[in-house]
């Protein structure tokens, strides 16, 4: 069973920045694909970026050039870089991992974390 525990929430004006981290409990994390999804009041839960085990990347075409995912094995950990932050960006961001499958459906993943809040004031 792994544990994800996200951070780095918080309020930002439009156009700043923010560092989400997920922190996982797995020893073997460096095997795990990892997912950030996002889910904004009254919408479904949608995909923002993802990192294969081999560091391979895909981004939603809403914050491509503006969000970077990252990971490092050391730490157990996967990182949400985001800039040039937009109200639409608002939402709880939750981090997913899965010792096999990756891409943009959240049923692929199989842990999830609890979610950290991301507001972007106008």
């Known amino acids: 069973q792994v544990q994800l525990v996200e951070s780095g929430g918080g309020l930002v004006q439009t156009g700043g920045s923010l560092r989400l981290s997920c922190a996982a409990s797995?020893?073997?994390?460096?095997?795990?694909?990892m997912g950030w999804f996002r889910q904004a009041p009254g919408k479904e839960r949608e995909f923002v970026a993802a990192?294969?085990?081999?560091?391979?990347?895909y981004y939603a075409d809403s914050v491509k050039g503006r969000f970077t995912i990252s990971r490092d094995n050391v730490k157990n950990t996967v990182y949400l870089r985001m800039n040039s932050l937009k109200p639409e960006d608002t939402a709880v961001y939750y981090c997913?991992?899965?010792?096999?499958?990756?891409?943009?459906?959240?049923?692929?993943?199989?842990?999830w974390g609890q979610g950290t809040q991301v507001t972007v004031s106008s």
């Open positions: 997913a991992a899965d010792a096999s499958r990756w891409g943009t459906k959240a049923v692929l993943y199989d842990y």
């Open positions: 797995e020893r073997t994390f460096s095997g795990y694909h």
């Open positions: 990192m294969s085990e081999s560091n391979s990347t």
